[in-house]
């Protein structure tokens, strides 16, 4: 959570920030929630049970794939769909790879509603994506946030729907580092750090971050901000460039304001894009 890399709205942020204070100061917690798993791979993971995890791609109709992301992004977890509050990379992966292998599989629809996460793993998650996109025809179904690593991975589908209290965006990198110096000196407490290698100690919660390291934090944040509005400039080349989506400056755009910055490609009810993507693709052979 900090001092990494995070692709999340700001505001998913702060929540998660106050859930992990408590840890972070040796106080008690109002509970806590397991932030994902990582285990074997999904395709031979068991649940509690006994029961496989993964037993294929969903359907949301005959010939048309549902891959569902919602929640929190991580990288690992051996598991499909949302699990405590979290989807990840891997779940998702692995059903964009057997989507565009699957010949019974038209088209699909990623229902997406997240305010995004990890940094780690959400490229290689989002290429999938868009070489499943290359091949078949996908359409992001957003209910109702697809903001930051979420709107990254929508931008991978060849199509944005958005409803008309939808939000997309935060084409933006957060990290936050906790200063607790002040606190320890308060309660007559003194962290000697010992240590080999200059920058072994890097952004320790014990001492406030140096300027040389701050600006080298800085700059790395940066460069993941010019990558991200690169890629999604890719995804949705012709309706969004690169400048435009830096000159966001990582801010989010609800319903039609996101299809006029060309973020988004449609306002269209969730509940009535099946029917119309249905319709787009026409009879099954």
């Known amino acids: 959570m900090f001092n990494t890399p995070l692709m999340l709205h700001p505001g998913k942020a702060e929540t998660i920030g106050r859930a992990f204070g408590p840890r972070v100061l040796g106080l008690p917690e109002a509970g806590s929630e397991q932030m994902g798993l990582i285990g074997e791979t999904i395709r031979e993971a068991k649940d509690g049970w006994g029961n496989k995890v993964y037993n294929g791609v969903r359907r949301a109709s005959d010939g048309i794939g549902l891959i569902e992301i919602e929640g929190s992004l991580v990288n690992k977890g051996s598991f499909i769909g949302k699990s405590c509050g979290v989807t990840s990379y891997e779940g998702i992966g692995i059903q964009a790879d057997d989507c565009r292998l699957d010949d019974s599989i038209r088209g699909v629809i ?5 305010f995004g996460g990890e940094v780690t793993g959400a490229f290689d998650c989002a290429e999938k994506i868009f070489e499943l996109s290359t091949a078949k025809p996908t359409i992001a179904v957003l ?11 929508a931008a991978a589908a060849r199509m944005i729907v958005i409803p008309s209290t939808g939000v997309c965006g935060s084409i933006g990198v957060v990290s936050m580092h906790v200063d607790v110096s002040g606190w320890l000196k308060k309660e007559g407490l003194a962290v000697t ?9 890097d952004l320790n919660p ?14 790395e944040l940066e460069e993941m901000r010019v990558e991200f509005a690169e890629t999604v400039a890719r995804y949705r080349a012709g309706r969004l460039t690169t400048e435009a989506a830096l000159a966001t400056e990582a801010g989010v755009y609800r319903g039609m304001k996101a ?7 449609a306002v269209q009810r969730p509940s009535q894009v099946l029917a119309a993507f249905e319709a787009a693709l026409g009879p099954a052979a």
């Open 110 to 114: 990623l229902e997406i509603d997240s």
């Open 143 to 153: 209910t109702d946030h697809a903001c930051s690593a979420g709107y990254l991975l």
């Open 193 to 201: 750090i010992l240590k080999a290698g200059a920058h072994k100690a």
């Open 206 to 219: 014990y001492e406030a971050i140096p300027e040389d390291v701050l600006s080298r934090e800085l700059s």
């Open 259 to 265: 299809v006029e910055a060309g973020l988004a490609d």
